[in-house]
């Protein structure tokens, strides 16, 4: 063979391996541009001007390095676009220095600042999970370097426009409540956990952003010492809380949010709380973001063990597909704490029962499935 020759054939076999690539395998390795298998864990997806982006924690042996950022314009191939956002040596005095922890970041584009701004739930530092807050960063470019601008609890002196009146006074839970005990359950049922952290803010720890059509963006968040979800209206730049917020599920003990749009209905599927270990998903459905929200059942379809533990993950987002109404797909992280980079993602297309969506398990698949 001719140099020529060779190369051509070279060529043929990589756009034909490239053709045969093109599908998602949930679970397994997902080698990014260099070969190296994608550290971005519990993430999130931006579109913008026909890329997308992926967001998520990069973590090595010592915990989280920053925010990951990849970019593709299929979903099956990622080119690894380096930290957007870099933990840095300096001392405790930054949120963003090692040690610290930052999860599940998400990056939204705001239309009329023309800014991309990116939340994050933070740690401190021998604190355990206790901070509980949230940190915001933005960028003129999708990938970054994002600068923090601030890092608080949200809502703090601002009432749920859900609660009762009667619960706006009563006793205060002293200190920090053991999940699921009955003190734990009897404050998030009368609002002892929000009235408790009134003054200084609601605690955020899991956390997503949702863009409604409109450009309004919501910030949900498990809080009330994980008993809760609350959903916060953003103000006009994204930067801040806009004091508008409710409470979801109060006593539900949900967490790793993610919300989707769909014909006039807002959904949510989520896990329980139990740390790295996978188990059942819930799901839900509102009229508005701010609206009442009504649980669904489990939204995996499968064999027990699926149905008991996800596929072995746990929620992180759902992307709408551009270009394909209707297309949703669900992310989800099965951990692997020994060695987080090794982290595997879940990705499997939304379908319905009804008016109601679900998750199947497949080895393999690709955007056609939409079609
Ligand atoms: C999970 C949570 C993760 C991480 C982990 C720590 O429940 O979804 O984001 O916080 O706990 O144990």
Known sequence: MTNQIRLLAAALLSAAAALAGAAFHPG??????????????????????????????????RGTRGVSCYSSRDLYDWKDEGLALTMTADGPSSVISRG???????????RKTRKFVMWFHTELRGRGYDAAQTTVAQSDKAAGPYAVVRSLRPDAGTWPLNMPAGQKEGPIPAGVL???????????????????????????????????????A???HASEENATLHISQLSDD????????????????NEAPAVFHWKGKYYMITSGCTGWTPN??????????????????????????????????????????????????????RWRPQNHADGRYVWLPIQWEGDKPIVQWMDEWSLKFFD
Do not use: C
């Not at 610290?100 to 705001?110: H, L, M, T």
């Not at 994204?238 to 003990?253: E, I, N, T």
């Open 280 to 333: 059942a998903a819930r799901s839900g459905v509102a009229d508005a973001m701010l609206g009442e929200w009504h649980a669904l059942r489990n939204p995996v379809r499968g064999s027990k063990e699926q149905t008991e533990n996800t596929f072995e993950s746990q929620s992180t987002y759902i992307l709408s597909v551009q270009g394909k109404p209707g297309a949703f797909i669900f992310m989800a992280d």
């Open 178 to 216: 053991r999940q699921t005990s009955k003190e734990w359950l009897a404050a998030a049922t009368d609002g002892g956990i929000v009235r408790r952290d009134f003054k200084g803010g609601q605690m955020a720890r899991d956390m997503t952003l949702f863009v409604d059509d409109d450009g309004i």
């Open 238 to 253: 994204y930067l801040s809380f806009s004091g508008k917020w409710v409470r979801a599920f109060p006593g539900g003990h």
């Open 100 to 110: 610290n922890a930052i999860e599940r970041p998400k990056v939204i584009y705001n």
């Open 28 to 61: 397994q390795l997902w080698p990014d541009n260099n070969g190296v298998h994608v550290n971005a864990h519990g993430g999130g997806l931006l579109y913008h001007e026909g890329v997308y982006y992926w967001f998520g924690e990069s973590r090595d042996g």
């Open 218 to 220: 919501y910030h949900i």
